[in-house]
Every structure is written in C-alpha cells, then in structure tokens.
C-alpha cells in the first residue's frame, strides 16, 4: 500500500530534550516536505527537500533540522524543543510534474506536546 | 506575496448544499486544489482544478474558480454527517511548482 508513515504518532516531552520524529514514504517521490498545524493558522511549510542531499527551509524553520539521506527517508528534529513548538506536525511526500500539480501525500500526523 | 484565505468555521443542515470558499492572491497559480481533513487524521486531495478551467464537477463536489477575482470555491450537494471535516484550500504556482501554499482551514460541522 502507498503511504506516508511518521512516528511517533504522540510525544510528550519537556523542554530542552531533543527528539527526532521519522518519515518514510514507500512511492519514490524525490519532493517531501514538513508541515505543522495549529488552530486558526493552517498548515505552515518548516521544511522540504526536493531530492536527495538536498533541503530547503519553509516558512517556519526556526528551531528545527531535517536531513534527507535517502529518498524514502525525511526525519525532523528537533535540537531543544520549547512548548511553542507544541503541535500537530505532519509530513508530506509529492513527485512534482507527475499526476495531478504537485499533489501531496500526507502521513497520519504526531501530535507533540512540550512540557 | 502569496497568500490563501478562507473562512474558519461553516454549519450546514444535513441534506443541504455546502459552499466552502476561498480567496489567494497570486495570479499565476496553475493547480486550485481542495484537501479534506478528517479527525485524527492527514490531508487527503479531493478534489482540484487547473487553472485555465472555470468550473469542474465531481459526483456531489462542484469547484466553481474566478480567476479575475482570485475566488475558489467548493460546493457539496446533500451534504451528510460523513462530510463533516476540515476543508483546506491550497495552490501551486508557475513561479513554485513544488511548493504548495494552504489556507488556515474550514471547520465543516452538519446539523441534523
């Protein structure tokens, strides 16, 4: 079956405890991308990659990495979580130019809370 | 810069028409898509339109688009309890084909 994974699906944690959450896709998409939902602010881009080796900040990076080594492969850390990166976080994996724009596929979303 | 709008919440009768709209700014986007969010759950595409068509018509789903106002809309017939969700508008542009700009999100909630 094709489709998003991310892990955990919950977190708590306390501040300053560093965590990384995972993401592999299972289609061969070189573009995927993290997300991050909050009320009232929809979904805000904090990272992407367009392949391999190659990332690019969104619209909300600060206090995060990402590294791609593989294609399947988009993991999120976070160095020193602080409760404003409280969230529903969500992970998205697309193959630009083919099919339908750039049609995302999303994982099934890790609600992190930061104590 | 670029920028989708909609409104946050929407409280339909069960059976009746649903008209989630949306607005966004850059002129030269190409896909119009609009994502469903359901509890708990991720985004899944369900429906879109290009951006050299004025309407498109899937089933109970109506994508009405007005380029000249930059106005994108959703329409759900007979709307049911199963469609209660989070509605998002979104787009991609000529200028970014990879990135995808969302809209903050219509909360849909069905009234019996």
Redesign the interface.
């Known amino acids: 079956e094709a489709q998003?994974t991310q892990n955990p699906r919950y977190l708590i944690t306390v501040t300053g405890k560093k965590l990384t959450v995972t993401c592999s896709q299972n289609m061969n998409h070189e573009?995927m991308s993290w997300?991050r939902q909050d009320p009232?602010?929809?979904?805000r881009?904090i990272y992407?990659s367009?392949n391999v080796e190659v990332t690019d900040k969104g619209d909300v990076p600060e206090g995060y990495k990402v590294s791609r080594k593989e294609k399947r492969n988009f993991p999120l850390i976070l160095e020193s979580p602080s409760p404003n990166q409280t969230s529903l976080y969500?992970c998205?994996s697309s193959s630009?130019?083919q099919g339908?724009?750039?049609?995302?596929f999303?994982?099934?979303?890790t609600r992190l809370t930061v104590l | 810069g670029e920028d989708?709008e909609q409104s946050?919440f929407l409280s339909v009768r069960e059976g009746d028409s649903s008209v989630i709209n949306c607005t966004y700014t850059d002129s030269s986007s190409?896909?119009l898509?609009w994502?469903k969010q359901e509890p708990?759950?991720?985004?899944?595409?369900l429906t879109?339109i290009?951006s050299n068509m004025d309407m498109k018509q899937d089933q109970r789903l109506t994508v009405l688009l007005n380029k000249k106002d930059k106005h994108l809309s959703l329409r759900i017939a007979d709307t049911q309890t199963g469609d209660s969700a989070i509605y998002?508008c979104a787009e991609?542009t000529y200028s970014s084909?990879?990135?995808?700009i969302?809209?903050?999100?219509t909360r849909l909630s069905i009234r019996p």
Request: hydrophobic share 40%; net charge neutral.
């Open positions: 998003v573009y997300y009232g602010l929809g979904l881009q992407y367009m969500f998205a630009p130019g339908i724009g750039n049609e995302q999303f994982g099934p979303g | 989708v946050l190409t896909y898509y994502y708990g759950a991720g985004l899944q595409l879109y290009f998002f991609t084909a990879s990135k995808i969302f809209g903050s999100g």
